[in-house]
C-alpha cells in the first residue's frame, strides 16, 4: 500500500464492510414488530447462557484466567529483558567478562560503570562492575555488543529490594560457582540465533 | 373450613415470641446481607472467569469480615453543604423499610424454644414476625417506602451526581411500581387473598399447583419490576457507575453507606421470598422438606439476580420508562382482563 493510499481517509472510497445491522424501522408498526422480535428470540437467553458457560468452564475445566501471582508465575519468554545475567565459562568456573567494556561504551543510558586492571598474570580482571537500575531502561545494548556472551539478561523481573545496589553489584548478577551446573547457554538477547549456520553469507569480497 | 382448624391448632403467638422472631429476622438477615455481597463477587468472578476474593481466611470467606471492620471503622464524613439531618437519616430509611418488609413475609420455619431455656422457654416463635391479612400489600408498601433513602439522600448531599441519582430514583420509582402492582395483582385475584399463608395453601398441592403456571406472564412482569425494585443491573439506574459516579451513594461513606448495601440486599431477598411464596408454591407448612425447598427457591432467584448482572447490559432511563409504560404496563393489563375473564367463566 502506497502511502497516498494509506493517506486516503475518505470514508466511502476505500473498500468498508458495513455490519449488517438490518434496517432501521421506519413506521410504529416496524418497531412494534422489531420489539417482538427481539423480545422472543432470546438474545437475552444467548447472554446469559454464555457467563453460565464461562462459570462452567472456570470452574470445571481449569478455564480461570485469574494467576495467583507471587505463588504461580506466568513462564517468560527466553528474550524477555529483566535484570542482567552475568555468566561463567563452563570448564574452568571463571566469569566470562574479559573487560573490554564495550558494554558501558554502548549503554544509552549510562548506567553500567566498570573498571579493570591486570591480575599478577597479566590478564585483564573486573576489579568494579555496577549497573545503576534506577537508569538503566533494558534495552538490551548491552547482551548485544558483548562478544563473549558474559553479560545477558535474565529472567529476574522481581525488582523490588530495600536497597538499590542489591543486585546491582557485578557479584550479585555473576552465576554463583557452586551453582554453575546449572548455568544455562543463554537462549535470549544477544545471543546468536538457533538457525544462525544457515543464515550465514559468504562476505563477498569485491564488488 | 380446614384452614380455621390448622389456626386453632398452632400455638398462641406472644409479644415475646415475635420479639424474638425480629432478633433472629435482624440477625441472619443482615448476616446474610453481608454474606450476599460475597457470594455476588464470587459469582460475577466465576462468570468472568476470575476468582474473586481469594486471601481473607479459606477461598475468601472472611472477606466480610473485613468489609465489615472496614465499614465500621471509616470516618464518617458528611459534606458541608449537605443538609445533615436528613444526610444522616436517608441510609437509615432504606435499611429499615426493608427490615420492616421483612417483618411480615415468611423468612424461616417455626419453632418452639425448649422448656430448659431460662426465661424464654415454652416460647413459640412464628413462622412470619406479624402474619397481616394484607402481607402482601404491606410488604410492596414498604418496599415502595424504602426508595424515600436514596431520593432523600440524592437530594440532601449537596452532589450534582446525588442530585441527578435522585432523580433518576423518582424515575424509576414511577416507572416499575405500577408494573409490581399490576402483576401481582392477577395472583391476588386467583388466590382471593393478600395474605402470604392464604397463597401458601393454595398452591401446597406440590409443584402442578404453583401459580408460576397459571399466571407465567405475571411472573415475568414480577420480576422485571422486582429487579427494577431492588435497583438490580439491567435497571441499576440510581448509582450506575459508568454514568453517575456512584449516584444517591456519591458522598457516602463508612457504615452509612454500608446501611444502603445492607437494605439492599435484605430487599433482593425480601422479592426473592416474595417471587417463591407467591409464584413457586412457597414452603410446606409440614415438613422441613418445605423450608429447604423455599430456601433453595430463594438462592435460585438471589443467584439470578447476580447471574444477570453478570450477563445484561444496563438501560438507559428513558428505556426504562418506555419499558414499563408502554410495554409492561399494557401487558399486565391485559394479562389481568385475561385472568379476570377466566375466573368469571
Known amino acids: 500500500m502506497s502511502l497516498e493510499q494509506f493517506k486516503n481517509r475518505n470514508v466511502g472510497t476505500q473498500r468498508y464492510t458495513m455490519l449488517d445491522l438490518g434496517k432501521d424501522p421506519q413506521t410504529p408498526w416496524c418497531k412494534v414488530r422489531q420489539v417482538i422480535r427481539r423480545t422472543f428470540k432470546g438474545d437475552l437467553l444467548v447472554g446469559l447462557w454464555v457467563t453460565m458457560r464461562e462459570m462452567f468452564n472456570a470452574l470445571f475445566r481449569g478455564n480461570m484466567a485469574t494467576l495467583k501471582y507471587p505463588y504461580e508465575k506466568l513462564p517468560i519468554s527466553p528474550r524477555y529483558r529483566a535484570i542482567h545475567d552475568m555468566l561463567r565459562l563452563l570448564e574452568s568456573g571463571h566469569y566470562r567478562c574479559i573487560g573490554c567494556g564495550l558494554c558501558e561504551k554502548i549503554c544509552i543510558s549510562n548506567c553500567i560503570t566498570m573498571d579493570t586492571r591486570y591480575d599478577e598474570n597479566q590478564r585483564k580482571e573486573v576489579s568494579e562492575y555496577t549497573i545503576n537500575f534506577g537508569r538503566c531502561i533494558f534495552c538490551g545494548y548491552c547482551a548485544e555488543v558483548c562478544p563473549e556472551l558474559a553479560i545477558v539478561h535474565g529472567a529476574r523481573y522481581e525488582n523490588a529490594s530495600e536497597q538499590r545496589a542489591s543486585f546491582s553489584l557485578f557479584e550479585d548478577m555473576l552465576t554463583p560457582i557452586d551453582k554453575l551446573n546449572l548455568q544455562k547457554e543463554y537462549p535470549g538477547f544477544g545471543a546468536v540465533s538457533p538457525d544462525a549456520d544457515e543464515n550465514i553469507k559468504q562476505t563477498p569480497l569485491a564488488y | ?345
Open chain 2, 1 to 345: 373450613m380446614e384452614t380455621t382448624t390448622l389456626v386453632e391448632n398452632l400455638p398462641h403467638v406472644t409479644s415475646l415470641g415475635v420479639i424474638i422472631k425480629a432478633i433472629i429476622i435482624l440477625a441472619i438477615i443482615s448476616a446474610l446481607a453481608g454474606f450476599g455481597t460475597y457470594i455476588e463477587r464470587k459469582v460475577l468472578a466465576f462468570m468472568q472467569r476470575r476468582l474473586g476474593p481469594m486471601h481473607v481466611g479459606p477461598y475468601g470467606l472472611l472477606q466480610i469480615a473485613a468489609d465489615g471492620i472496614k465499614l465500621f471503622t471509616k470516618e464518617d464524613i458528611i459534606p458541608q453543604n449537605a443538609n445533615k439531618l436528613i444526610f444522616m437519616v436517608a441510609p437509615i430509611i432504606t435499611a429499615a423499610t426493608a427490615f420492616i418488609a421483612l417483618s411480615s413475609v415468611p423468612v424461616f420455619p417455626d419453632f418452639t424454644i425448649p422448656s430448659w431455656m431460662p426465661i424464654i422457654g415454652d416460647t413459640f416463635v412464628p413462622a412470619i414476625a406479624s402474619d397481616l391479612n394484607v402481607g402482601i400489600l404491606f410488604v410492596l408498601g414498604m418496599m415502595a417506602a424504602g426508595l424515600y433513602g436514596p431520593l432523600l439522600a440524592g437530594m440532601s448531599q449537596a452532589n450534582k451526581w446525588g442530585i441527578i441519582g435522585a432523580a433518576r430514583t423518582a424515575v424509576q420509582f414511577l416507572s416499575y411500581e405500577v408494573v409490581t402492582g399490576l402483576s401481582i395483582l392477577a395472583p391476588i385475584m386467583l388466590v382471593g387473598s393478600l395474605s402470604f399463608v392464604d397463597f401458601n395453601q393454595y398452591q401446597s398441592g406440590g409443584i402442578g399447583d404453583w401459580i408460576v403456571w397459571k399466571q407465567p406472564v405475571a411472573f415475568i412482569l414480577f420480576l422485571i419490576a422486582g429487579f427494577a425494585e431492588t435497583n438490580r443491573t439491567p435497571f441499576d439506574l440510581l448509582e450506575h457507575e459508568a454514568e453517575i459516579v456512584s449516584g444517591y451513594a456519591t458522598e457516602y461513606s463508612g457504615m452509612r453507606w454500608g446501611m444502603f448495601f445492607i437494605g439492599e440486599y435484605a430487599n433482593m431477598i425480601t422479592i426473592s421470598i416474595i417471587a417463591a411464596v407467591v409464584f413457586l408454591g412457597g414452603y410446606n407448612e409440614a415438613s422441613a422438606i418445605g423450608w429447604l425447598t423455599i430456601m433453595l427457591k430463594v438462592a435460585f432467584f438471589f443467584f439470578l439476580m447476580l447471574w444477570v448482572r453478570a450477563s445484561w447490559p444496563h438501560i438507559r432511563p428513558d428505556q426504562l420508562m418506555w419499558l414499563c409504560w408502554k410495554v409492561l404496563m399494557p401487558i399486565a393489563v391485559v394479562n389481568i382482563l385475561i385472568t379476570a375473564i377466566a375466573i368469571m367463566v
